[in-house]
C-alpha cells in the first residue's frame, strides 16, 4: 500500500524558472492538500481539493497552482520560483466518515531550493 | 479564524522523565483534534487524535484529552523513551471543512539517556 507519494523528493530551481510537484494517493480519499514547512512556523496550507474538479486556496496561496482532475492526483505548480518559495513541501490526503473528520495521510515531503 | 497554539520548545529531557506539551486551540465551529509526529529525515504522522469533547486519544503511551471548557488538548507521557526524540505537532480540522487544518509550529521534543 503506497499511501501518498510525492515527487520530486529534492529540487533545485533558479529564480524564475516553473515546476510541478507531483502528488498521488492510492487510498480514495476525497480531501488533498499542499503544506509548505519553514523552521519555527510549522506546516501552512497553500492549497486544498475536497474532490475532483474542486480546488481553494489556503493561507498562502500566492505563487502556487493547483489543479485536481483525477481523485488520485494533486499537483502543485511553481509559476515563476522566488527565494521566499524555499521550503519543504508535503502533500497530504483525508477522509470524512461518520461525521468526523479523519487524520491527514502525508507524503515524505520534497525539498525545494530556489538560489 | 482558527488557530492553535503550541508550548515553546525546544524542550529536553532524560529518559523516563515526564513528558507534557502544552496544546490551546481557538476555532469558529466543531473542530477535530490530532497530534501527528515528525522523526528526523521524516514526514509527519498521526500520532492520536480525538473527535469530540472528552475524548481521549493514545497511542504508544502518549495521551491527549479533549478539553473543550478549556479549549485544550495537551500531550503526555509518563516515561519518554530516547526513541521519542522527535518534533510534535497539534493541529485542528473543522468538521464541515475538512479539506483544511490548522497546525501549531511543533514542539521539539530531545530525550537524552
Known amino acids: 500500500n503506497a499511501g501518498v507519494t510525492q515527487t520530486p523528493k529534492f529540487q533545485v530551481l533558479k529564480t524564475g524558472q516553473s515546476m510541478t510537484l507531483q502528488c498521488a494517493q492510492d487510498m480514495n480519499h476525497e480531501y488533498m492538500s499542499w503544506y509548505r514547512q519553514d523552521p519555527g512556523m510549522g506546516l501552512r496550507l497553500i492549497h486544498y481539493?475536497?474532490?475532483?474538479?474542486?480546488?481553494d486556496q489556503g493561507e498562502v496561496p500566492n505563487g502556487y497552482n493547483v489543479s485536481r482532475s483525477t481523485t488520485e492526483d494533486f499537483p502543485l505548480r511553481l509559476l515563476s520560483a522566488a527565494p521566499s518559495q524555499t521550503s519543504v513541501y508535503f502533500c497530504?490526503?483525508?477522509?470524512?466518515?461518520?461525521?468526523?473528520?479523519?487524520?491527514?495521510?502525508f507524503g515524505e515531503g520534497s525539498r525545494l531550493t530556489v538560489l | 479564524g482558527n488557530s492553535v497554539t503550541q508550548m515553546e520548545g525546544p524542550v529536553t529531557l532524560s529518559e523516563e522523565a515526564f513528558l507534557t506539551i502544552n496544546c490551546t486551540y481557538t476555532a469558529t465551529g466543531y473542530p477535530s483534534l490530532f497530534w501527528y509526529v515528525q522523526y528526523p529525515g521524516e514526514g509527519l504522522q498521526l500520532l492520536l487524535k480525538a473527535t469530540k469533547a472528552d475524548d481521549k486519544g493514545s497511542n504508544k503511551g502518549f495521551e491527549a484529552t479533549y478539553r473543550k471548557e478549556t479549549t485544550s488538548f495537551h500531550l503526555e507521557k509518563g516515561s519518554v523513551q530516547v526513541s521519542d526524540s522527535a518534533v510534535y505537532f497539534c493541529a485542528l480540522t473543522i468538521n464541515t471543512n475538512a479539506g483544511k487544518s490548522t497546525f501549531g509550529d511543533g514542539t521539539t521534543l530531545t530525550v537524552k539517556p
Open positions: 481539493s475536497v474532490g475532483a474538479g474542486i480546488t
Open positions: 497530504a490526503s483525508s477522509y470524512f466518515f461518520g461525521g468526523n473528520t479523519g487524520e491527514l495521510f
